[in-house]
T-cell receptor, first 112, second 114 residues
Framework: SQTIHQWPATLVQPVGSPLSLECTVE??????LYWYRQAAGRGLQLLFY??????ISSEVPQNLSASRPQDRQFILSSKKLLLSDSGFYLC???????????FGPGTRLTVT | AQSVTQLGSHVSVSEGALVLLRCNYS??????LFWYVQYPNQGLQLLLK??????LVKGINGFEAEFKKSETSFHLTKPSAHMSDAAEYFC????????????FGTGTRLKVLA
């Protein structure tokens, strides 16, 4: 069966510091991968998606970036965090050519 | 462009009462539709999905939803609310541009009263 992991589970970082969040999927190959953010009291915002290892699309211009160093690994990064980057970050995957997404447990990021 | 509207950001029901969470969509082509549940500080869990098969879809935890094309709706129901149903619920519609993205609704927080 497939599983999705995210780490760290929680993170407190000062403004201006770098960020690296990791997402890994097990038990499948060539998945579609997604990064979402939930700000407090708000809905889900799609940040990046990747339909293939060499394809990453950005949905919202911001100081975040995403990379896919391996088929089943998706990294969310920032060089300098802003206060507004605080939120709950969710990674999700779907099978190639499928819409059904499965979500990871999330990372709670607090920027101070 | 597709869109999803969830009416009611907060819904309260008594334990044992009917749960009805509303979702309306707009799409130029028949969409795929999904309902997810999110408990505090957790990821989203798929409750059920409509993928153009049966219009009445049964999901986990006793939930079901009916796809009504004429009303462009996909409302989520459960006959009898349980305290454990208290959570946030999200409706999503598939993007039809071939990118396998979702368009999410803004969510409905369900509160179950004892």
């Amino acid at each position: 069966s497939q599983t999705i992991h995210q780490w760290p589970a929680t993170l407190v970082q000062p403004v201006g510091s770098p960020l690296s969040l990791e997402c890994t999927v097990e038990g499948t190959s060539n998945p579609n991968l997604y990064w979402y953010r939930q700000a407090a009291g708000r809905g889900l915002q799609l940040l990046f998606y990747s339909i293939g290892i060499d394809q990453i699309s950005s949905e919202v211009p911001q100081n975040l970036s995403a990379s896919r160093p391996q088929d089943r690994q998706f990294i969310l990064s920032s060089k300098k965090l802003l206060l507004s980057d605080s939120g709950f970050y969710l990674c999700a995957w779907s099978m190639y050519s499928s819409y059904e997404q499965y979500f990871g447990p999330g990372t709670r990021l607090t920027v101070t | 462009a597709q869109s999803v509207t969830q009416l009611g950001s907060h819904v309260s029901v008594s334990e044992g009462a009917l749960v009805l969470l509303r979702c309306n969509y707009s799409s130029s082509v028949p969409p795929y539709l999904f309902w997810y549940v999110q408990y505090p500080n957790q990821g989203l869990q798929l409750l059920l999905k409509y993928t153009s098969a049966a219009t009445l879809v049964k999901g986990i935890n006793g939930f079901e939803a009916e796809f009504k094309k004429s009303e462009t709706s996909f409302h989520l129901t459960k006959p009898s609310a349980h305290m454990s149903d208290a959570a946030e619920y999200f409706c999503a519609v598939s993007d039809t541009s071939g990118t396998y993205k979702y368009i999410f609704g803004t969510g409905t927080r369900l509160k179950v009263l004892a």
